[in-house]
C-alpha cells in the first residue's frame, strides 16, 4: 500500500504560483511513476504531470508553466505551477502507480481567480 498527502492549494490570483507538495509513505519500493492529476467543475480528472522512470510529461495546457519534481530520498513529489490562470481551478491529486496499482491522495484545492 501507498499513502500520499498533498498539501499547498490554495487561492491565488491569475498569474500568481503555488507549489503542491505530496508526501508518500507506506510500501514506496516499487513506485516508477508519481505525478498530479486534476479534476475542475464539471470535467474529467486528467493527467496534469508526471514522473516517470524515462522523464517527465505534461498535459499541453501546463507545459512551460509546470514543472513536477521528484525527490525519492524525501519520497516527495512537487508540483510548481506558475502563470496561473482561471482554467486551472480544480481539485489537484497527487498520484503513484506501483506494479500496474494507482494510489491517490485526498486532494488539494487550488482556486485562480480572475
Known amino acids: 500500500q501507498v499513502q500520499l498527502v498533498e498539501s499547498g492549494g490554495g487561492l491565488v490570483q491569475a498569474g500568481g504560483s503555488l507549489t503542491l507538495s505530496c508526501a508518500a509513505s507506506?510500501?514506496?519500493?516499487?513506485?516508477?511513476?508519481m505525478g498530479w492529476y486534476r479534476q475542475g467543475p464539471g470535467k474529467q480528472r486528467e493527467l496534469v504531470a508526471a514522473s516517470r522512470v524515462g522523464g517527465t510529461e505534461y498535459t499541453d495546457s501546463v507545459k512551460g508553466r509546470f514543472t513536477v519534481s521528484r525527490d525519492n530520498a524525501e519520497k516527495t513529489v512537487r508540483l510548481h505551477m506558475n502563470a496561473l490562470r482561471p482554467e486551472d481551478t480544480a481539485m489537484y491529486y497527487c498520484w503513484a502507480v506501483r506494479f500496474g496499482v494507482n494510489y491517490w491522495g485526498q486532494g488539494t484545492q487550488v482556486t485562480v481567480s480572475s
Open positions: 507506506g510500501t514506496i519500493f516499487g513506485v516508477n511513476a
